[in-house]
């Protein structure tokens, strides 16, 4: 059943349409998931360049150039989840900071978009203070840190976003 959508599309212009329709709003919402941390950006990016190789393969990415937006994927997540920690580091953190915007950073996740940009930062801080004996003016800097390292990977995983549907754009259209 699943195989015979294709078919059943390339009998249809208009369902190319609608096809191309839907690859352009999973972009679309994906780009501003890059920056909103609610909308998981990259990975509507993903599916919108999957989402046309099924349903528009005469029109579609290679599967080469999938893979790269795979790995592109990948690579937003791990960026996600490391750059205010390792900005809490470069700032002179300890391990404790960086631990500590880990944990706040999922403990974040529960408050809605207040706790994803008050928890790592109130992690780093915390952590600093009860776990390695910092100073407040110490403990400050960390958290400093971990704000600039995250500002930081929001403009990555944004660079990334754009990244990927260029790629998608030249892939398709120009490869």
């Known amino acids: 059943m699943m195989e015979d ?3 059943m599309m ?4 208009w369902m190319a349409w609608a096809s191309w329709v839907l690859v352009g709003l999973l972009m679309l919402a994906g780009l501003a998931g890059t920056v909103l941390p609610v909308i998981p ?23 080469g150039g999938l893979i790269l937006m795979l ?3 990948v690579l937003a997540y791990v960026v ?14 300890s391990k404790w900071a960086f631990w500590g915007v880990l944990l706040g950073g999922l403990v974040g996740l529960f408050f809605g978009l207040p706790g994803l940009i008050i928890g790592p930062l109130a992690g780093a801080f915390v952590f600093e203070v009860l776990f390695a004996k910092k100073r407040f003016t110490a403990a400050t800097k960390s958290t400093v840190g ?13 660079l990334i976003g754009v990244g990927m549907v260029v790629w998608f754009v030249a892939d398709v259209f120009y490869l």
Request: aromatic fraction near 8%; glycine fraction near 16%.
């Open 71 to 73: 790995l592109l994927l």
């Open 10 to 13: 390339s009998g249809a212009p």
């Open 80 to 93: 996600d989840f490391l750059s205010g920690a390792l900005g809490a580091k470069l700032f002179g953190g």
């Open 41 to 63: 950006g990259h990975l509507l990016i993903f599916l919108g360049a999957a989402a046309n190789k099924w349903l528009n393969p005469e029109q579609s990415m290679s599967w």
């Open 5 to 7: 959508i294709p078919s």
């Open 146 to 158: 971990t704000a600039v390292g995250t500002t930081v990977g929001l403009g990555a995983r944004l």
